[in-house]
């Protein structure tokens, strides 16, 4: 019987990927170890490698293919010293369920509410998260020439996740510039060019790796300028994905986003859609002062309607609603926002029309767009996928606390991750990150429900 | 099972032959003539500078003692000659320049106003940073001197960041990037060094040994007590320079700048020098000996040593005295100021935390 051969998993986030191209044909005996395709997954453009011996049998999907489900049987091949098998019938292969967080992340259908920021009539196309980023450093970069990016692997490697993909080509080495695996030295040589004038891109492979970084993001860029009576600025921009990715485990699954909220000085964006991060990543290149711009992993595949703006750039510290309701006020950030939306959706079903607000920027923080939505719904969770306690959850609590006792129908509820490092196993790190159902609850228990 | 494509390619060019590495190179071309020739005009303004660095913090020193000065207060008494030597060869508005926290007489070797920078030590609105800065945070962006850092190695790799935008500006300028010896245990002043060595950054790393880290002797802190051998691993050129001469530190600067500006890459000094006073003001100094200090400051005094050849070049005692006083007003003309500022106003609490506004 011959072997099948399906379409791999090459990374933590890949649900399908592009066959693009095959360098055997039906008959070429192959044996471990040689490449028989290259697969283009979210990340980058993988070789597959043979592990059984044999003659190649069939091949069921033609190179070129786009959106070819993990676990789909691509070729067969014939066992040693076997006739290659006939090829079966190209049934649709099982499709590997999806990661639970990203299932769950899937955009809602209900209408949303347009950004006040586009002008109305505003021609849309479809972006993912991943090119609405590249595309602002690129537009950055052709703005202004002291602009640049640094980063483990965003050069001649395209950037491990692929967000610096064709930096490279376009602006040259000199402006795109792979570093060494060096977090606490290429941060500071980054804030040191900022001091010196420049308008740097530091890009970290995660922010679990700015750990190694964080002095030179607190000590040395958020607080020149107040150290120095306004005289030394540091323009620099730290990216990269943040928050649990999937079944990376603890190390390699964080929200830093209060962390870095904390400190006075800098400005922290986390964005949800294409069109947020693009406009605030170029605001924040833009920016005079410190910026830490937290993207999420699981979203950078996902696509979303783009403004085809000549400049889309958006204000830092301003939320967006996202989804207009009277009955209660959902306030989140991040991927959070996704899982809001689907809760939403749901609770629209059940006659609770819930308001979504989208914070976007963590610091500043908008303080009077979560007031005034709880002004108009009295009622109020925070969903956010990180851990609850110091967090911006209990941030957004505070506020209502202070500045909005009076319109509070309800205590503020908030729904956060468990308080426990992300763990591996597939059921626990689900039980462990929030999902739809948990704001769900949590809205109809604040709506006396 | 699969593997990324880029994996494949060859593997990177190998290093370049040893040959064309020679960590010593520096120091030979140091050792052959190791004295600045410094015409009488030029040592005078050398001494002038020393004593003004020494003065003031002795005056300094005072102001603490009588809760004029708060915080942590770092003195650079006994090193001026490091500070002096290295930053005549600069140029100013073109050459960077960035130190820790023991950063006076960075700053007034630089030309920067004694009395912005007591003002600030004194926390006053007429200080530098608009007395929020302190001691361990001054800035002077006019005259490219990028502090002033408080935390123990910070200062390393942000200079070389600043010395990848001297050469990203094409503007030929270098950084001096100073820290102690005590800092050059810090993991981060090894990344930078290696991405400074890999760019070829223009930057000149000073490691100003005063044979202390605090109270650590450097024999109890160090593996390699040799500084100046730090960044072979790197293929820096290290030199080893007395740092209680002025001439030789200037002897030594010339030669590391004229590798740098030619596009080299990054160089190590080592200056070995001694501080006199204590870490800091709060130091009781019980980890070194009296005689020991006492051995420095009679024997190997950088300002006694610039006095005793101007006075041997025949240059006229009452020039040197005349120098003194001048000092000593222009000293006690910027404790005044410091003293009888205004403190900063209560709005300026909530300024420069950040530029704009959101």
């Known amino acids: 019987m011959g072997i099948e051969l399906k379409m791999p998993a090459l990374s933590p986030t890949m649900e399908e990927g592009t066959l693009a191209k095959w360098l055997v044909k039906v008959g070429d005996e192959v044996k471990s170890g040689d490449i028989l395709a290259e697969i283009e997954t979210d990340k980058a453009t993988m070789e597959f490698e043979a592990v059984d011996e044999g003659v190649i049998g069939a091949i069921l999907v033609p190179e070129g293919t786009e959106g070819v489900k993990v676990g789909t049987v691509i070729a067969t091949i014939g066992g040693e010293g076997e006739a290659a098998a006939p090829a079966p019938a190209a049934a649709p292969a099982p499709v590997a369920e999806a990661a639970p967080s990203v299932a769950a992340e899937r955009p809602a259908a209900s209408p949303r509410k347009a950004d006040p920021e586009v002008p109305a009539g505003t021609n849309m196309k479809t972006s993912t998260v991943r090119e609405a980023l590249r595309d602002a450093m690129a537009e950055e970069m052709r703005r202004d020439p002291r602009v640049f990016v640094m980063g483990e692997e965003v050069a001649q490697y395209q950037g491990a996740y692929k967000v610096t993909q064709g930096l490279l080509d376009e602006f040259g080495p000199k402006r795109v510039i792979d570093t060494p695996i060096t977090e606490y030295g290429f941060a500071g040589i980054g804030t040191g060019a900022a001091m010196g004038g420049l308008r740097p891109v530091v890009e970290f492979m995660t922010f679990n790796f700015a750990m190694q970084a964080i002095d030179h993001i607190i000590n040395s860029a958020a607080k020149t300028n107040y150290m120095s009576g306004g005289q030394m600025r540091c323009p620099v921009v730290f990216r990269g994905p943040n928050g649990a990715a999937s079944r990376v485990g603890a190390q390699h699954s964080q929200n830093y986003g209060p962390w870095y909220a904390n400190v006075p000085g800098l400005v922290v964006i986390a964005p949800y859609d294409a069109s947020d991060a693009k406009g605030l990543l170029k605001a924040a290149i833009r920016s005079e002062d410190p910026v830490v711009f937290l993207e999420n992993e699981l979203i950078y595949g996902r696509s979303f309607e783009l403004p085809e703006l000549d400049d889309h750039v958006l204000p830092i510290g301003k939320a967006r609603i996202m989804r207009e309701g009277r009955d209660v006020t959902i306030v989140s950030y991040s991927i959070g926002v996704g899982l809001a939306l689907e809760a939403a959706e749901v609770l629209a079903g059940e006659g609770i029309d819930a308001e979504v607000l989208d914070l976007r920027t963590l610091r500043p923080l908008d303080r009077e767009a979560v007031l005034t939505s709880l002004a108009k719904t009295n009622r109020l969770v925070v969903a956010e996928e990180g851990w609850p306690q110091c967090s911006i959850a209990s941030e957004i609590m505070a506020i209502c606390m202070e500045d909005g006792f009076d319109h509070l129908d309800a205590p503020v509820l908030r729904v956060c991750d468990e308080d426990v490092p992300l763990p591996y196993a597939a059921n626990l790190e689900k039980a462990a990150l929030i999902d739809a159902g948990r704001i769900a609850a949590a809205v109809r228990k604040v709506c006396y429900h | ?358």
């Open chain 2, 1 to 358: 099972m699969a593997k990324s494509a880029s994996s494949r390619k060859a593997p990177a060019k190998a290093a370049a032959g040893d040959e064309n590495f020679a960590l010593r190179s520096l120091q030979d071309a140091f050792e052959a003539d190791r004295r600045y020739a410094a015409s009488d005009e030029e040592l005078l303004h050398f001494y002038e500078q020393m004593v003004l660095i020494r003065r003031f913090e002795e005056k300094a020193g005072q102001l603490y003692g009588l809760g004029l000065i708060g915080g942590f207060c770092h003195l650079y008494i006994g090193q001026e000659a490091v500070a002096v030597g290295l930053q005549s060869a600069l140029a100013p508005g073109k050459d960077s320049v960035i130190t820790g926290y023991r950063d006076h007489g960075h700053m007034l070797a630089y030309g920067i106003d004694p009395k912005v920078i007591m003002a600030e030590l004194t926390g006053r609105d007429a200080g530098i940073s608009r007395g929020k800065g302190g001691s361990m945070h001054m800035f002077s962006t006019e005259h490219k001197f990028y502090g002033g850092h408080g935390i123990v190695g910070a200062q390393v790799p942000l200079g070389a960041g600043l010395a990848f935008a001297h050469k990203y500006n094409e503007d030929g300028g270098v950084c001096m990037a100073y820290f102690g010896d005590g800092a050059a245990n810090q993991g981060q002043v090894y990344e930078a060094f290696n991405m400074a060595a890999l760019w070829q950054l223009p930057v000149v790393f000073v490691v100003e040994n005063n044979g202390y880290a605090m109270g650590t002797a450097v024999t109890r802190g160090s593996a390699e007590t040799h500084f100046y051998r730090r960044g072979t691993a790197f293929r820096i050129p290290g030199m080893s320079v007395n740092g209680m001469d002025v001439l030789e530190v200037r002897a030594a600067a010339n030669v590391a700048l004229d590798y740098v500006r030619a596009g080299n890459g990054p160089v190590l000094m080592e200056l070995q020098t001694y501080r006199y006073r204590g870490h800091s003001m709060s130091d009781p100094a019980k980890y070194r000996t009296r005689e020991e200090v006492q051995e420095m400051r009679e024997k190997h005094d950088p300002i006694d040593a610039a006095k005793a050849e101007l006075a041997a070049r025949g240059v006229a005692e009452d020039k040197l005295k005349e120098i003194d006083k001048r000092i000593r007003a222009q000293v006690a003309e910027s404790a005044d100021f410091a003293e009888n500022s205004p403190e900063p106003e209560m709005h300026d609490l909530y300024t420069d935390v950040l530029v704009e506004s959101y």
